[in-house]
């Protein structure tokens, strides 16, 4: 088997696939996530705003995020140019990339069908291809992961501490792409070293100790690097409280990822939330997108002016004219209870054991979870404690412990974005090509164990047509064609021993009926568009019989109800396209509190261009400006990306980082190094969120002037604010106003 010739066409199908999936058409997702994209622009700018990954030019915040991945972005910018299609390449090539090293791991324990196998299973998971086709670095830090495990497996193979001590150096970059995602897959590491190693076990646990002692000493070199930076010689980091890279490590990017929101902003913020009856009403939330509109591929539309504010108020209704006609907005999501919650968040589903297979994520992720997982039971059926591990034995504990703590993770985990689930599909992979070798051996073998195979090739094929049934127009043209061939697969192969041709078709037949589903689910970021702020994959939700439910982050029945016409799209806090143009920009404030947050999660809110032209004419070019000064990095990152100036975002992504103080704005306005601000206006929401960030547009609204909207727009606009001549750009009762500082 291991002589075999053929498997080399079929691992070039399998790569080609992949990167047909991850690159066809890149250049139609324009720049991915706009927060990342102004970020990388701005690490362009200069060696201190690349090493301290720097959101704006003028290296006031960061983004949320280390900065390894995208330093890749920023070499690839460097060689191709800033396009949107160099920004997602890196992560393109590294899904691609992905593949060929599962391929490689699996085949060390299971052989070229094991290998081939996995390969497929990686290449045909959607949420992998969905995140692949953006700028955000999960895919990479997979690929740092995977490349993590191989130096492990060679550390194993040679008894070699330097290739383990490799490995957690290769972990510990993988630490400095996304902080602590990259550290789910440690239990696979330390469980497999200890378990599968002939070292003494003395030797072992000294071994493993330097490893740690490594993995530790590169996860928090960058970190500490900023750390000890005085905090007047490097930009505020953003998403803290504190101004500490510790904070975002264990806070933001740690124990809220698992405890919730709600346990962050409780934990920093105790009597720092907005009044009871501002909780009690949703004051407090968030300004619609910054002047003027939302820019889509097809056409130019204002976005939608809903978005919840604090505690269970519900959000206001908006209206969302598009180039198909008129569109109503959604109503913002209820606010979740509690000292400083959020307004709006994500429908992961329901936690707990089967949270997996919900409608919200199984399309993302979940097509062959139940068959990786019980399969393990007959490959691993023959462990004892005190006989050696077979090969098999050994890369299946490696892969089961790799999946196990993910999948338990995300199954109880308060705060998380669906694609990052693209950690468990190495797991997955591994596992699923172990599973159905061990139970195909058991079949042919016609042993006690022989109805495993049947049985779960069965139940899994029920949990795929589970995920695609509540798509009417899908359910003929996946699960008829994925039925056939499974019925006719299990005719070929009940008796495996007379026929070895029928008996390699029906094997084909199988497996293809296993694949074809989430095979289309996989291709649908090429048909209809992945959405840049929260990727994920599947059909749109006009194609479901009940849009009730979000359907796994795509335009969907929330409250306020937001139909879709065919060919359009409608994305759950961002863009969402139709199949190959016409692409739609919508999105929804997310975050209560803080300067009021932002508008347009996602949904890249543009201030007009006729603005844009207004501040450049007006900005001094004085070293340490800024052309102007927004609420929040959404709002910020268009204008850095349409004119590569400084823009300073005072309150971080969210609007709710303590980053600017009256005192600091005083001496900046002082010096000349801001001069327009770009804030909440009247009609806007109320400056919710703490009492020093609230005083801050406070004193902004009491030592600047509204800049009226002819001053930017001509003598002839329009005025759109709540009276004649103000510098509000109207969305829905909602907007942002241009001030300029007096002086006084």
Known sequence: MQHVRWHHLVLAFLTALSAFLN??????EGYGNEYYAAAVKSMTMSWHNFFFNSFDPGGFITIDKPPVGFWLQVLSVKVFGFHGWALLLPQALAGVACVLV??????????????????AVMALTPIAVAVSR?????????????????CLWIAIERRSLGWLLASAAVEGVAFN?????????????????FLVSDLRWRRKLVHLAAMTAVLLAVSFSWPVAVDLTPASARPWVGSTQTNNEMELIFGYNGLERLLGRSFGHAFHRQGAAATPAAAATGQGGFAGPAGGNFTGRGGNFPGPGMFAGRGNA???NGQMPGANGNRPGFAGFPGFAGRGGFGGGFDNGAPGPLRLFQRALGGQIAWLLALALLSSIPALR??????????????TVFWLAWLLPMAAFFSVAGFFHPYYMITMAPGIAGLTAAGLLQMWRDWQARTRWKWWLPALFALNLLVEYHIVWPYPSLRVALVLPSGVAALVAAVMLWKVHEWPLQTRAGSVLGLAALLIPPGYWSLTPILYGVNPTIPSAGPPARLAANTSFPAAGRAAN???NFPVAPGTGGGFGGRFRGRFGGGNHGGFGEFGGGFGGFGGFGGEARVSAALIRYLVQHYSHQPGSFLVATTNAMTAAPIILDTGLPVMAMGGFTGSDPAMTVQKLAQMTAAGKVKYFLIPGAGGFGFGGREGQASVLAWIQAHCAVVPESAWAGAGAAATGSGAGAGTVDLGGRGLTLYVYTGK
């Open 314 to 316: 519900p959000g206001l």
């Open 382 to 395: 023959h462990v004892r404690w005190r006989k050696p591990l077979s090969a098999e034995e050994k890369g």
């Open 23 to 28: 690159l066809f058409a890149l250049w139609q």
């Open 177 to 193: 792409i996304k902080m602590m995602e990259a550290y789910l897959a440690l239990p696979a590491f330390y469980v497999t070293y």
């Open 102 to 119: 599962v391929y490689r791991l699996v085949r060390r324990h299971f052989g070229v069908y094991g290998g081939l196998l996995a390969a």
């Open 134 to 150: 953006t700028n955000e670095i999960d895919t990479t830090l997979v690929l740092a992961m995977l490349l993590a495990a191989w």
């Open 558 to 560: 929330w409250p306020g």
